[in-house]
């Protein structure tokens, strides 16, 4: 189809036209194009609406009746044409009635077809201006640079006056004194002082005007308005936020319909009313952005201001009534606005339908407008209001493809089509980057289509963007480098945008001038690394989310979200948990300190199993905790360490249920907190068990040598009987005097040592010990390091140390029955020689006996179940050694078995005997067995004497 009939290029070019082929592209603003045109315009266009409906009903249309009803009233009143064309004498006569009735009324403004954009900028109450400012006092900004510039005129007017004052002043100070002029001079020095405080007070005044005028940027309150003409109910209202970006076209009357404006709070309640006077605002084009006053009725009480954005345009034009020839586009246009206007077009509402887009059909069909330019004129009024919402999106979609289609083929578009279309391709990049920015805030729900309040995203991918990667497509070539770069682009500025937007909660703990971070108290470090694990969760969902909407297929295959979403929001988590560790360091894995540990070990296992590939500076959660673990570690070795210093040990005499020290069960539960607190590090890095099992093993030497110095004084004569000794004979009367002087008793000292070392080699150190070999068994390759070598290495020396003590103990018993002859066994066995009565050599053991339970008894008083046992059994197998060392010595005199055998069954007899009376069902069968010493004993007796003289079982 051709762009306009034959007879078209014949009529004068329209103003669109002819500012197209100038080559200068107007700057596009959301104005109907037809507003500028004038009455004579709407009444072609009127004119050929009643042709085309007079023809369709000639052919039998359904639809073209309706408009013809009534002498075309509905055309007439849409096309605003009552007040210019002729109307009959029974409307006259109506209208005159109406007049009269309504008496002293003024007389109404004429009919206009026009458009009215209006955004709600901003809302000031008085509560929400800054102290100091008073309503009274402070204007809007325009009133006051208007004010300020008004006066500026006139100070200009009154400076050069002054000036001229002041040359005559210097003139006549040059006549003489007695000249009929030097009496005007006083005058004129008077008049110079009040010029000059009328130029200072002017210049105060223009100061505060222009503080006031921008003093008015804190929100203290949330407001919403409704928005309405004075033509249109209070049903007709539409709801609009400050601040949002919306905007909404309205169709007035005349300038008479002036807009009403009600303010709400955020609980609904009603504060105040605006008239934002039409008139006003269409006799100051070029002042777009201006405050309103709000007032509260029914006092008309000052309350607040309002900052519109007002642009409002009208085809009325009676100083300039041209009649001529009218473009078919041009008529079509207003044809369109028309019909827009009755079918209330606006945003969210972009539909025609009935009979007005039977008519528009019509209209374009019959006159020869092309589609191109309908569907591209009709796109324009859309761009004007355009949401990024998919019923927007799919609708320009549908209306742009037939016209790049176009545009691509052989049919190109009119110069005056490919303006436009360039236009609203701009348009268009525009909303698409609306959407592709925002691709997680989008709702539908909404007027704006957009979320107000930052919220977690859904899995499931907006509505709006499948169509807008649908329009995307049809503008670009998406298979080219550039195109792709660009929309991969929008998507990384959203990623970037909503990472902003999580970091905020942090910000305050990253601070640059934050230096008390070690300051902090306990709740507030405990509130900062609760937020920060709520920022892993949150980043961790985030692309979780990006992953669900990539499933969905919605985005072209060379965009991968979620890689492209997990680069940004990896790196910026990491960087903002570096920067917030220096601000906050952990002093130790508390429970806060742990929780983030692990949010963040999880988010990088996460990214591990969602295959998301590693990037530079992503999160590495035993990178970012490595050095503060080892400190934590560190520090507990030298707290432990220092709790284990002799003037910290507060347990010096006193015995537990154990008989043992409290120091060591003290010692052991803190051990037991410690590997508690790490079990999170351990379980997540095994690695670190060998860090943590050299501070244990280094405490561990540390609580047995406090032990010993602690007790010192009951361990020396051990130690000194351990050592070996060079007898001179000094040295052996010195010794044979203390022992016949001083038979050595163990003390309940002497006790609590043994036992507490006994419980640590028994009990306390095997639970740490095995608990360390099992974190150590999850370390996939230990190298040459074998979890728990360490710690068996001091347990080895322990045992050691404790086997020598028990020998020590044993030797200073055996010594004690060397004190007197009558409890030495040698001396007993020698004597018993000629004995032949077994009687008589048992009356001859009852001393020894005596002693021997005289000693056991008291150990049981000193030592636990276990640590006694193993001390009566060496001392049975001690005393079982002096008979074994007198018999190898006489091995071919048989005269001494005798005696030997009856002195080896006391000693069984007394040991066991004693043991059991003692111990009862606490001890085991094998304990009353004889010891080697006592068995080799028997083998010498009945000539079968193997060789056993290893005493260390026992111990």
């Known amino acids: 189809m051709p762009e306009q009939p034959t007879r078209s290029a014949t009529r004068p070019t329209t103003s669109v036209e002819a500012s197209a082929s100038s080559g200068s592209l107007p700057i596009r603003v959301p104005t109907f194009h037809a507003s500028a045109q004038g009455p004579w315009h709407c009444v072609v266009a009127y004119d050929a609406c009643v042709r085309l409906c007079l023809h369709s009903w000639a052919r039998g249309c359904m639809e073209a009746p309706i408009f013809l009803e009534n002498e075309c009233a509905l055309l007439r009143s849409a096309f605003g044409l009552k007040q210019i064309l002729l109307q009959s004498e029974e409307e006259l006569l109506a209208k005159q009635s109406s007049e009269l009735t309504s008496e002293g009324a003024a007389p109404k403004p004429k009919k206009t077809i026009g458009k009215l954009k209006v955004q709600v900028r901003k809302v000031r109450m008085s509560l929400d201006m800054p102290s100091g400012c008073s309503l009274s006092s402070c204007k809007s900004p325009s009133v ?58 002017l210049l105060k005044t223009g100061v505060t005007a222009l503080r006031n005028s921008s003093s008015y940027e804190i929100v203290q309150e949330t ?87 007002a642009n409002y345009t009208t085809c009325l034009d009676e100083n300039n009534l041209k009649c001529g020839s009218v473009a078919e586009t041009v008529a079509y246009d207003i044809a369109l606005e028309v019909a827009m206007k009755v079918q209330q077009f606006q945003q969210r ?66 110069h005056q089509e490919n303006r436009i279309l360039g236009e609203i391709e701009e348009q268009i990049e525009q909303i698409l980057a609306l959407v592709f920015e925002n691709y997680k805030s989008l709702d539908e729900s909404l007027p704006s289509g957009m979320v107000e309040v930052f919220r977690p995203a859904s899995g499931s991918p907006a509505p709006a963007l499948a169509p807008a990667v649908k329009l995307y497509t049809l503008l670009h070539d998406i298979l080219s480098p550039e195109a792709q770069l660009k929309l991969c682009g929008y998507f990384q500025s959203a990623v970037k945008k909503r990472s902003r937007r999580h970091l905020v909660e942090t910000d305050e703990f990253v601070a640059s001038s934050n230096t008390e971070g070690s300051l902090m108290d306990v709740v507030t470090l405990s509130t900062a690394y609760q937020k920060m694990k709520t920022l892993c969760f949150n980043i961790r969902n985030e692309i979780f989310t990006d992953i669900e909407i990539h499933n969905q297929h919605v985005l072209p295959s060379f965009i991968d979200l979620p890689n492209l979403a997990a680069s940004i929001y990896s790196v910026e988590l990491c960087s903002r948990l570096r920067a917030f560790l220096v601000s906050c360091p952990p002093s130790g894995p508390s429970p806060p300190v742990a929780e983030l540990v692990i949010a963040t070990a999880d988010f990088q296992k996460d990214l591990t199993n969602w295959n998301i590939s590693p990037v530079k500076g992503c999160v590495d959660a035993k990178e970012l905790f490595h050095l503060y673990i080892v400190l934590w570690i560190q520090d507990k070795r030298l707290s432990l360490l220092e709790s284990c210093r002799l003037d910290k040990v507060k ?94 008793t163990a003390s309940d000292e002497l006790g609590i040592v043994l036992n507490s070392m006994k419980r640590l080699l028994d009990v306390l150190w095997p639970k740490i010990d095995m608990q360390l070999k099992s974190w150590g068994s999850c370390i996939p390759d230990g190298g040459s390091n074998v979890a728990g070598e360490r710690l068996s290495e001091v347990t080895v020396t322990l045992r050691a140390k404790f086997r020598n003590y028990l020998q020590a103990v044993v030797e200073k018993l055996a010594e004690n029955t060397r004190l007197q002859n009558g409890t030495k066994l040698k001396k007993i066995i020698q004597d018993s020689k000629d004995v032949i009565a077994e009687s008589d050599i048992r009356s001859r053991m009852q001393p020894l006996r005596e002693l021997l339970t005289q000693t056991i008894n008291q150990l049981h008083t000193v030592f636990e179940v276990h640590v ?64 080697r010493s006592i068995m080799e004993v028997r083998s010498v007796l009945c000539k079968d004497a193997p060789s056993h003289k290893d005493s260390s079982f026992y111990y």
């Open 651 to 744: 347990w010096s005499g006193v015995r537990t249920q154990h008989l043992t020290t409290p120091f060591v069960d003290e010692m052991y539960d803190r051990l037991k907190e410690t590997l508690s607190e790490y079990e999170v590090i351990i379980c997540r890095w095994p690695e670190y068990t060998f860090v943590l099992e050299n501070a244990i093993a280094d405490i561990e030497k540390a609580v047995v040598e406090t032990l010993e110095k602690q007790y010192a004084d009951v361990l020396t004569p051990l130690k000194d009987s351990m050592t070996p000794k060079k007898f001179g004979l000094k040295y052996v009367q010195k010794l044979a005097k203390r022992n016949s002087l001083c038979p050595y």
């Open 144 to 201: 006051n640079l208007e004010s300020l510039r008004y006066r500026m005129s006139n100070f200009q007017s009154t400076l050069s006056s002054g000036w001229e004052s002041l040359r005559k002043i210097r003139v006549l100070h040059r006549l003489p004194a007695n000249s009929s002029f030097s009496r005007h001079s006083l005058a004129y020095v008077r008049a110079s002082t009040q010029y000059i405080k009328q130029v200072s007070a």
């Open 868 to 931: 006694f046992v193993m001390v009566c059994r060496g001392y049975w197998d001690r005393m079982g050694q002096d008979v074994l060392n007198f018999l190898e010595n006489r091995k071919e005199n048989r005269s001494w078995y005798k005696a030997s055998r009856v002195t080896v069954a006391v000693l069984d007899d007394t040991f066991a005997s004693q043991m059991q009376q003692l111990l009862g069902n606490a001890l085991q069968e094998k304990d009353l067995e004889p010891p």
């Open 349 to 414: 509402h972009l539909l025609l339908h009935g009979e007005w887009k039977w008519l528009l059909t019509e209209f374009a069909s019959y006159f020869g407008v092309s589609d191109a330019y309908t569907k591209l004129r009709y796109l324009s009024y859309v761009m004007d209001v355009a949401t990024p919402t998919a019923d927007c999106l799919i609708l320009v979609h549908d209306l742009l493809l037939p016209v790049i289609m176009k545009s691509r083929g052989k049919n190109t578009l009119s």
């Open 223 to 309: 407001y919403s308005c409704l928005l309405r003409l004075k033509s249109l109910t209070e049903e007709g209202a539409v709801k609009m936020q400050p601040g949002s970006g919306e905007s909404h076209l309205f169709f007035p009357d005349s300038l008479g319909d002036d807009l009403i404006i009600e303010v709400y709070d955020s609980k609904g309640k009603l504060h105040g009313r605006v008239i934002a006077q039409l008139a006003s605002i269409a006799e100051n084009p070029n002042d777009k952005l201006r405050w309103w006053s709000i007032y509260r009725e029914p006092d008309h009480e000052l309350i607040g201001r309002i900052q519109l954005y």
